[in-house]
């Protein structure tokens, strides 16, 4: 047997081993929101460094959406450790991401490599699970040309009836051609149209409300200025007047690039300080924590589309 295997070998008996030692003892209670917290801190110590601001809030965007998934796979209640079949779950993840733009995607395939490496290192001194396979560079590569060729099928109305005809030109000799993908994806976009009529037609109660929260902003504060600009745009300041959320949802597309145009600032929790804002200007509860963390990412999403077209 070569040194590789052997090395992989021992390896796997060390997994099994650890696997039964945990199943046979109670684990502490999990905490499902300290464990995503300090695996997306250990993230950002290990990546801010040599990752650009733009593959830096995508990989973060990432990163939450892989452990939503690995949260979600944990039956609740267990205490014990827990498989996990990353590969299941990267791919799973793909279609959770459905609202990036494809250069984006093809993005994901740069960043894998140092992804993976991190889950695997991170999910291996974890005691609440044990990783069971991670894709290698390959497989990844080979799910993204299968994603994308079923995305761009249901985009063009065509359901799955064509997925397998783009599968062939995406992937060819063993290899994703990313050529081939943009050729086929150009003119597709994934902005909400926008529609102006939904707009209030009281000018003077919108000017309160935008006077409100912009008085919400204060000096100490990060980000004031894209905070200033989300809460100048007058669909978003529209929604928040009539507590309406799906005017709330489409607005990300109007503030982006009309009021607010992303540069290096992290994404992921700027919608978070909004509703920050919207609550300390008591302008109305009627919009969820749900409905403002769906605005949160989406804001996210489509920042990253604007910094990478």
Same mark, same amino acid.
């Given at each position: 047997?070569?040194?590789?295997?052997?090395?992989?070998?021992?390896?796997?008996?060390?997994?099994? !081993?650890?696997?039964?030692?945990?199943?046979?003892?109670?684990?502490?209670?999990?905490?499902?929101?300290?464990?995503? #917290?300090?695996?997306?801190?250990?993230?950002?110590?290990?990546?801010?460094?040599?990752?650009?601001?733009?593959?830096?809030?995508?990989? #973060?965007?990432?990163?939450?959406?892989?452990?939503?998934?690995?949260?979600?796979?944990?039956?609740?209640?267990?205490?014990?450790? !827990?498989?996990?079949?990353?590969?299941?779950?990267?791919?799973? %993840?793909?279609?959770?991401?459905?609202?990036?733009?494809?250069?984006?995607?093809?993005?994901?395939?740069?960043?894998?490599?140092?992804?993976?490496?991190?889950?695997?290192?991170?999910?291996?001194?974890?005691?609440?699970?044990?990783?069971?396979?991670?894709?290698?560079?390959?497989?990844?590569?080979?799910?993204?040309?299968?994603?994308?060729?079923?995305?761009?099928? !249901?985009?063009?109305?065509?359901? #799955?009836?064509?997925?397998?005809?783009?599968?062939?030109?995406?992937?060819?000799? #063993?290899? =994703?051609?990313?050529?081939? =993908?943009?050729?086929?994806?150009?003119?597709?976009?994934?902005?909400?149209? =926008?529609?102006?009529?939904?707009? %209030?037609?009281?000018?003077?109660?919108?000017?309160?409300?935008?006077?409100?929260?912009?008085?919400? =902003?204060?000096?100490?504060?990060?980000?004031?200025?894209?905070?200033?600009?989300?809460?100048?745009?007058?669909?978003?300041?529209?929604?928040?007047?009539?507590?309406?959320?799906?005017?709330?949802?489409?607005?990300?597309?109007?503030?982006?690039?009309?009021?607010?145009?992303?540069?290096?600032?992290?994404?992921?929790?700027?919608?978070?300080?909004?509703?920050?804002?919207?609550?300390?200007?008591?302008?109305?509860?009627?919009?969820?924590?749900?409905?403002?963390?769906?605005?949160?990412?989406?804001?996210?999403?489509?920042?990253?589309?604007?910094?990478?077209?």
């Amino acid at each position: 047997m070569r040194s590789g295997g052997k090395a992989q070998t021992k390896q796997l008996i060390q997994q099994k !081993h650890r696997i039964r030692q945990q199943q046979t003892q109670q684990l502490a209670p999990f905490d499902a929101q300290q464990f995503q #917290e300090f695996m997306r801190v250990r993230w950002y110590l290990t990546t801010n460094q040599v990752l650009t601001p733009l593959d830096q809030n995508l990989s #973060e965007v990432w990163l939450v959406t892989l452990l939503d998934g690995i949260l979600s796979a944990r039956p609740q209640g267990i205490m014990n450790v !827990h498989r996990l079949d990353m590969t299941a779950l990267v791919k799973a %993840s793909l279609g959770q991401l459905a609202g990036l733009n494809y250069q984006n995607y093809l993005r994901l395939l740069t960043l894998s490599p140092r992804l993976f490496k991190f889950l695997k290192k991170e999910l291996a001194v974890n005691p609440y699970f044990v990783v069971d396979t991670l894709p290698t560079k390959p497989e990844f590569a080979a799910s993204m040309a299968q994603f994308l060729a079923q995305n761009l099928s !249901h985009r063009q109305g065509m359901a #799955e009836r064509l997925t397998a005809q783009y599968y062939g030109l995406f992937w060819q000799n #063993e290899q =994703i051609v990313p050529a081939m =993908i943009a050729e086929l994806y150009r003119g597709q976009t994934v902005a909400a149209p =926008i529609d102006d009529s939904q707009l %209030s037609s009281e000018p003077a109660n919108l000017q309160v409300v935008q006077t409100q929260l912009l008085a919400a =902003i204060k000096p100490d504060m990060a980000n004031q200025a894209v905070l200033t600009a989300i809460c100048s745009n007058p669909m978003f300041v529209t929604a928040v007047y009539q507590q309406d959320v799906a005017l709330l949802l489409a607005s990300p597309f109007a503030i982006i690039p009309t009021t607010w145009q992303p540069t290096t600032e992290t994404l992921l929790g700027l919608g978070q300080q909004v509703q920050a804002l919207v609550a300390a200007s008591q302008l109305g509860t009627e919009i969820t924590a749900t409905s403002w963390q769906q605005f949160d990412w989406l804001l996210a999403i489509t920042a990253l589309n604007s910094l990478n077209k």
